[in-house]
T-cell receptor
């Protein structure tokens, strides 16, 4: 079953606003990954996190690997229209090889 | 490099038909996997392979078969299609199991009538 809880499921914001989304689990993760999926495309990796407490930025995107290793967040600052899409968190659980995905956060931006 | 390629892009099947979804990568990645994506469910792992000749089941393997005779190719077979298998299927590859970036293909949209 689903081992990652991602929230919110959807967001409707104005252009220029900041965005925050997160993933939590009852399991301990070794890695956290954040992906963006555009309509009709496969997911594309945005940020990868490999150590507890790690804070990594990619342009206007910032993500952190939670200290407890059970959660992660993604922030997008000063949103622009091309940020529209579905954002997925994913991670590898301690002791497992497989990648598990959250349910996704659908971001809609009003110009 | 072409990255991860998938064929076909779209397919319509009748219940009971069989077909193979093709996946190929030219990055010499050891780890390959198949996911299905359904609304509100995120991506769910069907089968994966950690190298040529080795495959294993993921979260939702029933109704699907895979083989990995070469490093480059990882086909997914639907043995007897069912409407519940209507979905978007993504193939992905990564150089090291569970740690490195997963590169996704563009997806195959399958409709089973």
């Amino acid at each position: 079953g689903q081992q990652l809880n991602q929230s919110p499921q959807s967001m409707f914001i104005q252009e220029g606003e900041d965005v925050s989304m997160n993933c939590t689990s009852s399991s301990i993760f070794n890695t956290w990954l954040w992906y963006k999926q555009d309509p009709g495309e496969g997911p594309v990796l945005l940020i990868a996190l490999y150590k507890a407490g790690e804070l990594t930025s990619n342009g206007r995107l910032t993500a952190q690997f939670g200290i407890t290793r059970k959660d992660s967040f993604l922030n997008i600052s000063a949103s622009i229209p091309s940020d529209v899409g579905i954002y997925f968190c994913a991670g590898t659980i301690q002791g497992a090889q497989k990648l598990v995905f959250g349910q996704g956060t659908r971001l809609t931006i009003n110009p | 490099n072409a990255g991860v390629t998938q064929t076909p892009k779209f397919q319509v099947l009748k219940t009971g038909q069989s077909m193979t979804l093709q996946c190929a990568q030219d990055m010499n990645h050891e780890y390959m996997s198949w996911y299905r994506q359904d609304p509100g469910m995120g991506l769910r792992l069907i089968h994966y392979s950690v190298g040529a000749g080795i495959t294993d089941q993921g979260e939702v393997p029933n109704g699907y078969n895979v083989s990995r005779s070469t490093t480059e190719d990882f086909p997914l077979r639907l043995l007897s299609a069912a409407p519940s298998q209507t979905s978007v299927y993504f193939c992905a590859s990564t150089p090291t199991s569970g740690r490195e970036t997963q590169y996704f293909g563009p997806g195959t949209r399958l409709l089973v009538l």
